[in-house]
């Protein structure tokens, strides 16, 4: 992971291990102002399920978890997959790289899915401007396993703003693949 002031904030958020504390904002700390969101999903995924490509679909909304991951060679980053697309919290030194592997991963779902991957990058503090915030908890499943949780309304304004078109990242070049 890339060592920034607020680059291991994610690890120092501590766990909780019952599942009702999932509810409980002392279990949320706000993500640092610098950080940025890394935002996908499908383009009309309700259609492409309907035509039964449900997997395909889940497939292409997962690899952009897996492409952040590889690329920024990041194993405890926060993130939520929705089965028709992710989001990821990540310090602003890892925008390059992760525009990079959103990129390649828009162009290998259009070449090889079929698919319309939406993507972009949305600072928190436009987040916090509008009113809202972005929160992290983190949920001990297991001992070797933890989830990110998020609240504040910034998931969704960022979801929706990437949607109309204020945030965007363009494809790669055509044969571009992600790790």
Same mark, same amino acid.
């Given at each position: 992971?890339?060592?920034?002031?607020?680059?291991?904030?994610?690890?120092?958020?501590?766990?909780?291990?019952?599942?009702?504390?999932?509810?409980?904002?002392?279990?949320?700390?706000?993500?640092?102002?610098?950080?940025?969101?890394?935002?996908?999903?499908?383009?009309?995924?309700?259609?492409?399920?309907?035509?039964?490509?449900?997997?395909?679909?889940?497939?292409?909304?997962?690899?952009?978890?897996?492409?952040?991951?590889?690329?920024?060679? +990041?194993?405890?980053?926060?993130?939520? #997959?929705? @089965?028709? $697309? /992710?989001?990821? !919290?990540?310090? %602003?030194?890892?925008?390059? *790289?992760?525009?990079?592997?959103?990129?390649?991963?828009?162009?290998?779902?259009?070449?090889?899915?079929?698919?319309?991957?939406?993507?972009?990058?949305?600072?928190?503090?436009?987040?916090?401007?509008?009113?809202?915030?972005?929160?992290?908890?983190?949920?001990?499943?297991? +001992?070797?396993?933890?989830?990110?949780? #998020?609240? @504040?309304? $910034? /998931?969704?304004? !960022?979801?929706? %703003?990437?949607?109309?078109? *204020?945030?965007?990242?363009?494809?790669?070049?055509?044969?571009?693949?992600?790790?």
């Amino acid at each position: 992971m890339v060592e920034t002031a607020d680059g291991r904030f994610y690890d120092s958020v501590p766990l909780f291990d019952a599942f009702e504390g999932v509810a409980d904002e002392a279990n949320y700390r706000p993500l640092p102002d610098s950080w940025i969101l890394a935002v996908a999903d499908i383009v009309n995924s309700t259609g492409a399920i309907a035509e039964g490509r449900y997997k395909t679909v889940n497939m292409a909304g997962a690899s952009v978890i897996s492409a952040l991951m590889n690329a920024l060679e +990041e194993k405890s980053m926060p993130f939520v #997959f929705g @089965g028709d $697309g /992710a989001l990821a !919290a990540l310090p %602003a030194p890892m925008q390059d *790289r992760a525009r990079d592997a959103l990129a390649a991963v828009k162009t290998w779902v259009a070449e090889e899915l079929g698919l319309d991957l939406r993507a972009a990058l949305v600072p928190v503090s436009d987040i916090r401007a509008n009113g809202l915030d972005m929160r992290v908890a983190r949920f001990k499943a297991s +001992e070797e396993v933890s989830y990110a949780m #998020f609240a @504040g309304g $910034g /998931a969704s304004w !960022a979801e929706a %703003a990437m949607k109309a078109g *204020r945030y965007s990242v363009g494809a790669a070049i055509p044969g571009s693949r992600p790790d």
